[in-house]
């Protein structure tokens, strides 16, 4: 799976001598075009217009070669094929999603990165625990895909069965023996559960199984990992990971248009009252280079036209004709949101892509807004 730390590491490429070569290729084996690895043939097309584009780039030649070659061996065994190459730092990054993207090819300073930001802005690392008085499964759900982890298993004895009238008493003492165990058994999840939260990157956790046991399991949770229960799943300790995906993502969904509409919200407030807050592009941009946003916040599918300054590279509207700052000449950008929020998250802030109800109510001052530094 990817993590927030393989998105901080190919951050870093904006920061590193040359160009990195960044391609999104649709591998999904459910269409005809694909299968017979008919994806390599799309790849090479997408090459070569891309190559036009820099017309005796040797650099580039060398890299897509290379890139056709690294994707030679790839299995796809998922839709969209997401590879990152920077061939001065003998630098490769690929990962297949089970999620679908857009198929393009970039040449640029830096990795080209908003899909995947907006994908893990869409997907949260959600943690989905089922558990019952016998044993407990672990799962993260993640960008589409569902992984269990074999070594988060805890059992615990069966309950005894009902014994002979004479019997009742010994029953007696096993039985409260067995809530002992099961309740040792709930303890020894909550703790296995607590350590494994950080290093699985969890932003958001949910409990199935038994609603006894998961209710039992949150109450047993430190209060920082309660403060990340968001459902309780009526799905079985058994259930396939087709059913946990689809049951996950539902909650998923739900919970990212109530989240997307309450920080539009608070936006909006912001921007009225004069506060933390502006909307429209020349603000944005105005905040941008002067490294105040902590949020940016945009409608999803959003293009803009922009130009950067070679020199000091603050980023402008296509109105500018020189560079505001040191009056030199401004280069106009492709994929200017993309730069825009590389531009924010390397200054340490974060990128929110709005749809829905959300987009809707943003509109109301523009299609881009951002929180800043006071």
């Known amino acids: 799976m990817i993590r927030h730390r393989d998105i901080e590491q190919l951050q870093q ?4 001598p040359g160009n990195t070569l960044t391609v999104y290729l649709d591998v999904d084996q459910t269409k005809p075009a694909n299968r017979k690895r008919g ?47 920077h061939r001065r730092l003998g630098f490769t990054f690929r990962h297949v999603l089970r999620l679908a993207l857009p198929s393009a090819a970039y040449w640029t300073h830096g990795a080209v990165l908003r899909p995947l930001v907006e994908a893990l802005d869409d997907y949260e690392r959600y943690a989905v625990v089922l558990l019952d008085s016998q044993k407990a499964r672990l799962f993260t759900v993640f960008l589409g895909e569902v992984e269990e982890h074999k070594d988060f298993v805890a059992f615990a004895p069966p309950r005894p069965e009902t014994p002979p009238a004479d019997k009742i ?9 067995h809530d002992e165990v099961v309740a040792s058994h709930v303890k020894n999840v909550a703790k296995e559960l607590t350590r494994l939260v950080d290093e699985l990157e969890v932003d ?21 990992l309660q403060g990340r ?8 300790v058994n259930a396939s990971h087709e059913e946990i995906l689809q049951r996950t993502a539902e909650v998923q969904e739900r919970l990212e248009r109530v989240a ?11 921007v009225r009252k004069g506060g933390k807050g502006v909307a429209g592009l020349p603000g944005v941009l105005d905040a941008v280079n002067e490294k105040r946003v902590w949020k940016l916040v945009y409608v999803r599918g959003l293009a803009l036209e922009g130009q950067e300054c070679g020199e000091c590279h603050g980023l402008f509207t296509p109105a500018e004709e020189k560079c505001p700052h040191c009056g030199n ?8 949101v993309d730069r825009l929020s590389h531009r924010v998250l390397d200054a340490g802030g974060s990128v929110e892509v709005v749809s829905g109800p959300a ?16």
């Open 39 to 85: 994806f390599e043939t799309h790849l090479k097309d997408m090459l070569k217009q891309l190559m036009a584009q820099h017309p005796g780039d040797e650099e580039l030649a060398r890299t897509a070669a290379e890139v056709e070659d690294i994707v030679k061996r790839v299995e796809p065994n998922g839709k969209t094929l997401v590879l990152f190459r």
């Open 260 to 270: 997307e509409l309450e920080v539009v919200r608070d936006l909006l407030r912001e």
């Open 329 to 336: 000449t401004l280069h106009q950008v492709k994929d200017f």
């Open 204 to 224: 958001r956790l949910v409990l199935g199984g038994n609603s006894e046991l998961a209710n039992a399991l949150a109450r047993a949770l430190p209060k920082r």
């Open 13 to 16: 490429l904006s920061q590193a």
């Open 169 to 177: 008493r010994s029953q007696s003492r096993l039985e409260r023996h």
């Open 229 to 236: 229960l968001v459902e309780f799943l009526p799905i079985p």
């Open 359 to 374: 987009a809707e109510t943003l509109r109301q001052v523009g299609e881009i807004a951002a929180f800043v530094r006071g």
